[in-house]
């Protein structure tokens, strides 16, 4: 049973600590796992202790599997029985019984021979002598061993002998099962099952650098605990942004642009609906995954009276992820100040944490950028909860923003005060800017453009393309799988920008070069046996 992942809508993923029931994962708590490296590319850490709400009666294994793709919890029980015909036993208890029993059954004196008796009567002669008793001619060691056996035949017969001595009838015992084993030695049993407990997994392949199928690691080791975390914190999806603007007709600064949303008179009932369209709002500061808080809400409670300006990023964004991507929409308003819209930290952080520090841990291409494709790195300030996941989002290889432009009129989008809201949200201009215009149709379609300084490869990005008339069902998912798909195409065009299961594999290979443990099979074989 999987009990979490990577999703962040259905919980962030668990370490240690969480399991165990630590505030925060240490040395100590470290030591309660066994930790395994498969194939070089996967991290297990086993807790044997039982989890399941049957801990006493089947063997039970809770597994952390780090690995490229992400971490991923995992409960696991060992049944002898199918799922719908099990059944549970309970012990029973030995009863005596002292008393004789009157009627034990009829006793045969029956003595049994090897010949039959008159073979005893018939007299012998000279030839039969001429062939020596078989157990003369066995060996003197062959002998006592069959004195031995034989003192062991006549106490067996005392000891069957014995309940007819006492007026031929016998002690009843009730038979019962023997009692339930409580510990097991799970691990083991889990790496016997998949087949990796065999002299050819442990050993080791001769080429350099490159380790056995089945490595286990130190955990004693110091700094084990913290470059778990480290790893822990690294996204396992790529994370992106895109900032979406509300401009009636006529309008021309970005004043006006960004009083539009702050209350839901201002705008039209189906920019709303394609908000609602586009992911669901997630309150920042909470327990993050990727930067983002896994407490998600219904979009009507939390837009409230307001027209979208409430996913600014000061509390909440409109988020939308899958196994591979994190898209983070963002509404600006009037009402966020620059502070709150110049860097994705102050989006991000969380409510308690102070100012961000004078200088960062990572270096940001630019500290105020308004939209930008983004790969999340992981901060780590002093005094930061272990539990929470906090990431600066920084540019990838050029300055490239990603805009969506709501606009009434077809004929504005020449007008469309870029550098104003730019300079309005204290952002730098940047080298490359992205627009992606939706224009309402009076047949209830809407129309796509785009516009900016592309160059002729983002032409091709689909699904939608210049001039693309969609209905409004499909405008949400179009425009996300839009963005999703440009925002890859800036990735493969950016050379800094390693994808995110690239940087999880290289750091898992230092884990395994820095806390590869250095016994021999035999060793290793004993180890599996004892408790951690």
């Not at 442990?202 to 089945?214: E, M, Y």
């Amino acid at each position: 049973m999987q009990v979490s992942g990577v999703f962040p809508f259905l919980g962030g993923p668990l370490d240690e600590s969480n399991l165990i029931g630590c505030s925060t994962l240490s040395d100590n708590s470290g030591k309660k796992f066994r930790y395994f490296v498969v194939d070089s590319s996967v991290i297990l850490a086993m807790l044997e202790d039982p989890q399941g709400p049957e801990p006493a009666l089947c063997p039970s294994l809770t597994v952390l599997i780090r690995g490229p793709s992400g971490c991923h919890t995992w409960t696991l029980q060992l049944h002898l029985q199918p799922r719908e015909g099990r059944t549970h036993t309970q012990t029973l208890i030995p009863e005596h019984h002292g008393k004789a029993q009157e009627v034990s059954g009829i006793q045969y004196g029956v003595k049994h021979q090897l010949f039959p008796e008159h073979m005893d009567r018939v007299p012998s002669v000279k030839a039969d002598l001429s062939i020596p008793a078989l157990h003369e001619t066995f060996p003197k060691e062959v002998q006592k061993q069959l004195e031995h056996l034989q003192e062991v035949i006549q106490r067996q017969r005392q000891v069957e002998a014995q309940p007819q001595v006492r007026g031929r009838s016998f002690v009843m015992t009730t038979c019962r099962p023997p009692p339930a084993a409580t510990k097991f030695q799970t691990a083991r049993l889990f790496l016997s099952h998949l087949g990796l407990l065999t002299p050819e997994t442990l050993k080791d392949p001769g080429t350099s650098g490159v380790p056995a199928q089945l490595v286990s690691l130190d955990s004693t080791l110091p700094g084990f605990s913290e470059d778990l975390r480290r790893l822990d914190q690294l996204p396992s999806r790529n994370c992106d942004s895109a900032f979406i603007f509300y401009m009636k007709a006529g309008q021309r600064t970005a004043a006006e642009i960004l009083r539009n949303v702050e209350s839901s008179c201002n705008i039209p009932s189906h920019f709303l609906d394609f908000l609602s369209s586009l992911g669901q709002p997630v309150e920042v500061g909470q327990q993050q995954v990727c930067g983002v808080s896994t407490n998600s809400s219904e979009f009507s409670a939390v837009l409230g009276d307001s027209g979208g300006g409430v996913f600014n990023g000061e509390r909440f964004v409109l988020m939308y992820a899958d196994d591979l991507t994190e898209i983070a929409f963002i509404v600006p308003s009037s009402s966020s100040s620059s502070n709150h819209i110049r860097t994705a930290y102050d989006w991000m952080k969380s409510p308690e944490e102070a100012e961000p520090p004078t200088e960062p841990p990572y270096n940001l291409q630019s500290n105020s950028e308004l939209c930008q494709d983004c790969t999340p790195q992981p901060t780590n300030y002093p005094g930061e909860d272990m539990k929470s996941f906090r990431f600066v989002l920084s540019s990838i290889g050029s300055e490239s923003k990603l805009l969506i432009v709501w606009v009434e009129r077809i004929e504005d989008i020449e007008s469309f005060p870029l550098s104003d809201l730019l300079s309005e949200t204290n952002t730098e201009t940047p080298t490359s800017v992205q627009l992606i215009f939706i224009h309402p149709l009076k047949t209830g379609l809407y129309r796509i453009r785009f516009h900016g300084n592309t160059t002729s490869k983002f032409s091709l990005v689909v699904p939608l393309v210049n001039g693309s008339v969609v209905s409004k069902r499909s405008l949400g998912f179009l425009v996300r799988e839009t963005v999703t798909n440009c925002c890859h195409r800036r990735r493969l065009e950016s050379d800094s920008a390693p994808p995110p299961h690239v940087r999880r594999k290289h750091m898992i290979s230092d884990i395994i070069q820095r806390y590869h443990s250095r016994h021999s099979e035999p060793a290793f074989y004993c180890g599996l046996f004892q408790d951690p």
